[in-house]
T-cell receptor, first 113, second 112 residues
Framework: AQSVTQLDSQVPVFEEAPVELRCNYS??????LFWYVQYPNQGLQLLLKYLSGSTLVKGINGFEAEFNKSQTSFHLRKPSVHISDTAEYFC???????????FGRGTSLIVHP | KAGVTQTPRYLIKTRGQQVTLSCSPI?????VSWYQQTPGQGLQFLFE???????NKGNFPGRFSGRQFSNSRSEMNVSTLELGDSALYLC???????????FGSGTRLTVV
């Protein structure tokens, strides 16, 4: 079975500050990992994904994430956030053989001016 | 290319009624999945269709059903609506495992 834990339900931060949104997963087999963003009244949009290879993956809007197998983590980072980054962020895991990703409960990123 | 299109965007229904939601995936995507999103439960998987066959199913009662047509368009149906069915229903299409989903904007269902 696979599971995802997003450790923070809400992360407030000031504009231009760095941010890290934490995600830990649990799976007994190899995994694919994803981060999605959801803006108000919209569906989810894929930010980035880790399949294999380099543990540091870069996505859209200046976001990046690092896969750490020993700590079973896939934290999302951005060096300098903007007001427009205010949204809900979801981490998801797909395990080998399962076509269905499991989503975390989401982290609300709130960027203050 | 066009994204995933869900219709309608908003619906208000009365308890006991039934509802049908529609989803048109990205052209070429054969896998269509449905999720229910609520503040209390987060994103919960309903079912996945691939080439007109239900390939995976979540833990929802039989009142929730779906189908997929030969052009990959999908519909989901909820019968005998309950207040707790009020949610954002999201459709997502994919070209395969590990590619990630493309989501539609959702259908906001309110049951009164």
């Amino acid at each position: 079975a696979q599971s995802v834990t997003q450790l923070d339900s809400q992360v407030p931060v000031f504009e231009e500050a760095p941010v890290e949104l934490r995600c830990n997963y649990s799976s007994s087999v190899s995994v694919y990992l994803f981060w999605y963003v959801q803006y108000p009244n919209q569906g989810l949009q894929l930010l980035l994904k880790y399949l294999s290879g380099s543990t540091l993956v870069k996505g859209i809007n200046g976001f990046e994430a690092e896969f750490n197998k020993s700590q079973t983590s896939f934290h999302l980072r951005k060096p300098s956030v903007h007001i427009s980054d205010t949204a809900e962020y979801f981490c998801a895991v797909e395990s080998g053989g399962s076509y269905i990703p499991t989503f975390g409960r989401g982290t609300s990123l709130i960027v203050h001016p | 290319k066009a994204g995933v299109t869900q219709t309608p965007r908003y619906l208000i229904k009365t308890r006991g009624q039934q509802v049908t939601l529609s989803c048109s995936p990205i052209s070429g995507h054969r896998s269509v999945s449905w999720y229910q999103q609520t503040p209390g439960q987060g994103l919960q998987f309903l079912f996945e269709y691939f080439s007109e066959t239900q390939r995976n199913k979540g833990n929802f009662p039989g009142r929730f059903s779906g189908r997929q047509f030969s052009n990959s368009r999908s519909e989901m149906n909820v019968s005998t609506l309950e207040l707790g069915d009020s949610a954002l229903y999201l459709c997502a299409s994919s070209s395969g495992q590990s590619y990630g989903y493309t989501f539609g904007s959702g259908t906001r269902l309110t049951v009164v």
